[in-house]
């Protein structure tokens, strides 16, 4: 429809795409995102963008990327909703909410909990609302230049109803904050962006944007993650020797660190099925990509202003001269030998690197290790292939259809 685009996934190409040329191309995630999280850290560009990012840089602390003890609770929820008797379980659905609750806790202060909420309720609601979201934001994707002239209703009575949850709980304690006589250093991300800004729109839409990037990583990565683990028993054994160390012990952050081979298998999980399987970037300026022209394709490519160029990262992390002729396996030793930069981008790369990368690893490795900590085994129950669903992040349309068989009753 009048669009120009170039796809690749050459190396250099990303690395200019990401760093050398960063200023030369937008995000262009305005149009699909605005009316959810607005001029966000996550939509904007420019001096926009960098104002974000220095607004929410310095109320992600070290504490609490350590701090694990929120994100147990959160993981005691899941164990209530899993069956004792073995009986097939979607896994899915309950890892995104396990990750909702434990961002908006982490984020907001606020213990909700979507795992054991009721139908019709008003939480159940919100986290609708909140899956909703990618299927719309897809529509939008999908109109193109039609965009500009489409009345999208759905989309804004969708957001209404979380911008109304996040706004509630911001104002309150803005309030709070604002009224106290003796202000106590800040506890939480919200009090602390809150004594930065009195901005409540823009942290709003702030938070919107670090809960949808928190919960639907973490959540698509687990999910891929134990659909292959239930059809590979051998990488489930393996992982157990890893975490024998622990007994019963639930693990500390320093303890995650030394955890290499749990490590190594969310790795090749976000290799093989990469979060986000695509990245989009629309020129700002007419200017050129280092590959692409010339009669071999090694020579620079001119790229007119307006071009949008797409990099499937799930082809480009399937590449077998950087992976190796094996690069279609699910292979976590590889990464004793693995050093990818530009060939690996489940977190991007350069100056919009994800900022919270750290606590995702941490999050993903410690709910691997307490699952492995709870259940003898994991076992498939569905024949189903892996088949591509693309929300906002790349998940299996069949689900996670697992058994899951607790060291008690496998004892018994």
Request: hydrophobic share 40%; net charge neutral; with cysteine.
């Amino acid at each position: 429809m009048g669009q120009f685009f170039i796809s690749t996934i050459d190396p250099e190409n990303v690395k200019a795409l990401l760093s050398n040329q960063f200023s030369d191309f937008d995000s262009g995630k305005k149009g699909l995102f605005g009316p959810f999280i607005g001029d966000s850290m996550l939509t904007t560009d420019g001096a926009l963008w960098k104002h974000s990012r220095a607004l929410v840089r310095p109320h992600l602390g070290k504490g609490q990327v350590e701090d694990l003890s929120k994100l147990e609770g959160h993981i005691q929820n899941l164990l209530t909703c899993l069956p004792n008797d073995g009986s097939t379980i979607d896994l899915q659905q309950l890892f995104f909410r396990l990750t909702f609750d434990n961002v908006v806790e982490l984020l907001l202060d606020k213990k909700v909990s979507t795992l054991n909420c009721q139908p019709g309720s008003h939480l159940h609601k919100v986290v609708e609302a909140f899956e909703n979201v990618g299927n719309l934001v897809n529509r939008r994707a999908a109109l193109g230049p039609l965009l500009l002239f489409y009345r999208d209703t759905e989309m804004n009575a969708t957001c209404k109803i979380l911008h109304d949850f996040v706004d509630d709980i911001i104002e309150k304690a803005y309030l709070k904050r604002k009224t106290q006589t003796d202000r106590k250093s800040p506890s939480s991300f919200l009090d602390s962006i809150l004594d930065s800004t009195d901005d409540l729109v823009k942290i709003r839409f702030e938070v919107l944007g670090l809960l949808l990037a928190g919960r639907d990583t973490a959540a698509s990565v687990m999910s891929n993650l134990f659909f292959i683990l239930a059809r590979r028993p051998d990488i489930w054994q393996k992982l157990q020797t890893e975490i024998e160390y622990l007994q019963e012990r639930k693990p500390t952050y320093d303890d995650l660190r030394g955890l290499k081979y749990l490590r190594q298998v969310i790795d090749e999980t976000m290799r093989l099925y990469p979060p986000v399987p695509g990245l989009f970037r629309a020129a700002n300026r007419t200017t050129i990509l280092p590959r692409g022209g010339g009669h071999d394709g090694r020579s620079p490519v001119l790229v007119p202003k307006g071009t949008v160029i797409s990099c499937s990262t799930f082809s480009l992390q399937r590449c077998e001269d950087v992976f190796g002729p094996d690069a279609q396996e699910f292979r976590p030793e590889r990464w004793d030998s693995l050093n990818p930069h530009w060939e690996f981008l489940s977190f991007s790369a350069g100056p919009r690197v994800c900022m919270g990368q750290t606590y995702a690893y941490a999050e993903m490795i410690y709910i691997l290790s307490r699952m492995l900590q709870e259940f003898q085994r994991v076992e498939k129950r569905s024949e189903e292939p892996w088949v591509e669903k693309w929300s906002i992040v790349l998940l299996n349309g069949s689900g996670t259809k697992v058994g899951l068989i607790s060291k008690t009753r496998a004892i018994e």
